[in-house]
C-alpha cells in the first residue's frame, strides 16, 4: 500500500489528549497498513497498574521509580503484557485512570519508556500513539497527527466504553476527569502534552472512527509520494 520503500521503516505518530480515539484509530490504521502497532499509553496504563496493586503511593516517586525499574512491559499482538501477565483489560479501571497522568509525569518513569518505544520503532514498521510521539519518541516520523475531539465528546466516548465494566460511573463526573487529566498533560514539567510542529491537526469530534483512519491513510500515502524515504 502507498508504494513503501523496502529499505525503510516507517513511522506514523500520533498524538493528543485523553479520550480522543487515538488508541482506536491507531489499532485500525495499523492494521489496514499491516504495521506494528505501539499502545503508549496502554504502557504507562501497566506501571500505574502495578504501583496501584502494590499500594505504593502516587507521591512517592522513588518507590514508583524503583518499581518501575523492576518491570517488564512487553507488547503481543495488540496484548499489554505486565511481568508476562496480560493485563489489557485490567489497565483500563476507572482508579488507573485517574492515577495514569501522575505516574506519567515522573521523569525517570518517561525516560525508560521513551527508550523502549523508541527500540520498538526500529525493528519494524510502527503506528504509535501516545502524547509525546511526535514530539519526543518519533520526532523524525513520517507522518504526525494530533488527533482531538471536544470534551464533551470525549467523555460521552469513554462512558459507553466504560459503562458495562463500571455502571456507577456518571458522565459528568468523566467530563470532570477529563479537563483534570488534560490540565495534568497539559502542564507537567517533563514532556507536555502539545503538537510536533510538523504535525497535521484532525479533530475528530464530528468524524466517524473510519473516516478518521481514512483521512490518516490518505495523508500517509500523499506524504511518503512528496518525500520518498529513499531520497
Given at each position: 500500500?502507498?508504494?513503501l520503500?523496502?529499505?525503510h521503516f516507517?513511522q506514523?505518530?500520533?498524538?493528543?489528549?485523553?479520550?480522543a480515539?487515538?488508541?482506536?484509530i491507531a489499532?485500525?490504521?495499523s492494521?489496514?497498513l499491516?504495521f506494528?502497532?505501539?499502545?503508549?499509553?496502554?504502557?504507562y496504563?501497566?506501571?500505574?497498574?502495578?504501583i496501584?496493586?502494590?499500594?505504593?503511593l502516587l507521591?512517592?516517586?522513588?518507590?514508583?521509580?524503583?518499581?518501575?525499574?523492576?518491570?517488564?512491559?512487553?507488547?503481543?499482538?495488540?496484548?499489554?503484557?505486565?511481568?508476562?501477565?496480560?493485563?489489557?483489560?485490567?489497565?483500563?479501571?476507572?482508579?488507573v485512570?485517574?492515577?495514569?497522568?501522575?505516574?506519567?509525569?515522573?521523569?525517570?518513569?518517561?525516560?525508560e519508556?521513551?527508550?523502549?518505544q523508541?527500540?520498538?520503532?526500529?525493528?519494524?514498521?510502527v503506528?504509535?500513539?501516545?502524547r509525546?510521539?511526535?514530539?519526543?519518541?518519533?520526532s523524525?516520523?513520517?507522518?504526525k497527527?494530533?488527533?482531538?475531539?471536544?470534551?464533551?465528546?470525549?467523555?460521552?466516548?469513554?462512558?459507553?466504553?466504560m459503562?458495562?465494566?463500571?455502571?456507577?460511573l456518571?458522565l459528568?463526573?468523566?467530563?470532570?476527569?477529563?479537563r483534570?487529566?488534560?490540565?495534568?498533560?497539559?502542564?507537567r514539567?517533563?514532556?507536555?502534552?502539545?503538537?510536533?510542529?510538523?504535525?497535521v491537526?484532525?479533530?475528530?469530534?464530528s468524524?466517524?472512527?473510519?473516516?478518521?483512519?481514512e483521512?490518516?491513510?490518505?495523508?500517509?500515502?500523499?506524504?511518503?509520494?512528496?518525500?520518498?524515504?529513499?531520497?
Open positions: 500500500m502507498c508504494g520503500k523496502n529499505d516507517y506514523i505518530a500520533i498524538d493528543g489528549p485523553a479520550g480515539g487515538k488508541s482506536t489499532k485500525l490504521l492494521t489496514n499491516a506494528t502497532y505501539i499502545d503508549t499509553g496502554a504502557m496504563r501497566a506501571i500505574t497498574y502495578k496501584l496493586k502494590q499500594n505504593v507521591d512517592n516517586e522513588h518507590a514508583m521509580i524503583a518499581l518501575a525499574n523492576q518491570t517488564e512491559i512487553t507488547i503481543k499482538n495488540g496484548r499489554i503484557f505486565l511481568d508476562q501477565e496480560d493485563v489489557t483489560e485490567l489497565i483500563r479501571s476507572e482508579k485512570t485517574k492515577g495514569v497522568s501522575i505516574v506519567a509525569s515522573v521523569k525517570e518513569i518517561r525516560e519508556m521513551v527508550r523502549l523508541k527500540r520498538i520503532s526500529q525493528h519494524s514498521h503506528v504509535m500513539d501516545g509525546d510521539i511526535g514530539t519526543v519518541v518519533l523524525k516520523a513520517d507522518l497527527v494530533f488527533l482531538t475531539a471536544s470534551v464533551k465528546e470525549r467523555a460521552r466516548r469513554r462512558f459507553e466504553e459503562r458495562e465494566q463500571e455502571p456507577d456518571q459528568q463526573a468523566i467530563e470532570e476527569q477529563i483534570q487529566r488534560d490540565f495534568v498533560d497539559e502542564n514539567e517533563h514532556d507536555p502534552l502539545t503538537p510536533a510542529n510538523d504535525a491537526h484532525i479533530d475528530s469530534t468524524l466517524s472512527i473510519h473516516e478518521v483512519v483521512k490518516i491513510t490518505q495523508l500517509f500515502c500523499e506524504k511518503i509520494k512528496k518525500n520518498p524515504a529513499d531520497e
